[in-house]
C-alpha cells in the first residue's frame, strides 16, 4: 500500500468490517465487548455463552450478538472461534453485503484466500470447519455456497488478528480487519500494529464500535515510502522466518533482511577467542538446547515452574562456553528463566538473566520493536523488584520511550509504565539522598508496615511500593 504522507504518527484504521471474537477458553473470563478481565462477568440469560462486565457492555454487544445468540441456542453450544468468527462475518454481509462499504479500502470479497495453496491437512481442516459451519448457521439466514464459505475461512486463516488483552500478556481473541490486510509484510518494517482496547469508560460508551486497530509508525517515514508491519517475530534467523511466512501466509519474503541474511551472524553466535568451540560442539548445543526447550514447554504448560527452572539451569550450563552472547537459543532459554524466577519471586536471580536477555535483545530488535519494549519493562519490573532500584528505573525509562512509540499514549500498558517510572525516579531519588534511609524504607515496605513519608504518586497507582519477597 502506498501512502502518500511524509509521516504517520498515529494512524488508526477504522475499520467498519471489523468483527472481534472472544477466544473459546477464555470466554467466561473476559467480557465479550470490551475484553477486559474482570472477577465477576454477567452470563448472557439466552444462550448462557456470551459473558460481560455489565448491562452497559451487553447492550453494545448486541446488534453483533443477537443473531449468534440464537444459533448457539438452537445448536445447544457455542462452536470454535473460527466458526463464530466466520458466522459473524456472514451476519454482517447478510446486514450491509459483502462488498466495500464505508471507510474500507478492500472488501471481504476481495480479500485473498489462498486456498489453492492449501495443503493436505489444511485442506482437510477446511472441509471439517465448512461441515461445522453449514450445522451450526440457522436456515432463516441467507444462505452462502459452499465456495463462498471456503472463501471466508480462507480470508481468517490468512488474515486473521490476534487480540490480546489490555495488559498485553494473553491472546483474547481474533479477528478480520480488511483494511489491515493490504498493508504487507517485512522482516524490519517501518510500521507497528497494536490493538487497543483502551480506556473502558471510553470503550463502553463508543459500544460496538470500540475496539481501535491502530498502524503506527515506527520512524520517520519518507514520502511514498511502503508501509509495512511484521508478520512474524524477527527473533528468527532469516531462512526460519522466510519457512514461517511461507507456510502461514505463503509467500517467499524478499525483504533485505531475508536476502542479505542480516543479524543472522548475531542469533548464531559463538563464543570467540581462545576456546572458540568446534562446529561439532555448536551443532551439539544447539541439539540439546531445541530438546530442551521442548520439555520446558511442556513442564511450563502444565505449570510445574520448578521444572523449567531445573531445565533452563541445565541448558544454561551447557550453553555458556559455546554460544555467544546474542545466540536466540540462549535468549530465548534467558527470557523463560527470567520470567519464571520472577514469577516465583526469585527475583535476584530473575534480574540477572533478564539484563542479559535485554541486552541481546537490544543488539538484534529494531530499536522500536514492541517485543524489545515488553521484555525491558519485565526486566525493569524484576530489577526494581530486586531492590536494584538504579538499573531497574532504567529499563522502565527504556521501554516507556519505546511503547510511546509501539503502543502509544493511551495505552493500558504505557499507562502502567508511566505510573511505574514516576514511582521508580522517586525511589531512586531517595536512594541517591540516602541510601541508608533507602534499604530502612524498603525493608519496612517488605515487612508490609505502611509508609508515611512516601507520597502516592496519583490516586489510582495504588500498588505496593516493593513487591513482599516470601
Ligand atoms: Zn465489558
Ligand atoms: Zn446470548
Ligand atoms: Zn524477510
Redesign the pocket.
Known sequence: MQVPLQRVPEFAVKDPTRCCMVEIHLTHLI?H??F?R?EKLHRCGQCKFAH??DRT?QRGAWLNHKNECSAIKRHGKAPNENIRLAARIMWRIEREGGGLTEGSLVSIDDLQNHVENFGEEEKKELRADVESFIEFWPPQSQQFGMQYISHIFGVINCNGFTLSDQRGLQAVGVGVFPNLCLVNHHCWPNCTVIFNNGNHEAV?SMFHTQMRIELRALGKISPGEELTVSYIDFLNVSEDRRKQLKKQYYFDCTCEHCQKKIKDDLMLAVKEGEHKPSQDMVKEVIQFSKDTLEKINKARSEGVYHEVVKLCRECLKKQEPVLGDTNIYLLRILSIVSEVLSYLQMFEEAADHAKRMVDGYTKIYHPNNAQLGMAMMRAGVTHWHAGLIEAGHGMICKAYAILLVTHGPTHPITKDLEVMRVQTEMELRMFQQNEFMYYKMREAALQNQKIQVMPEPSAEASQDLFVKKQ
Open positions: 467480557c465487548t470490551c477486559k474482570q460481560y462486565c457492555c463502553r
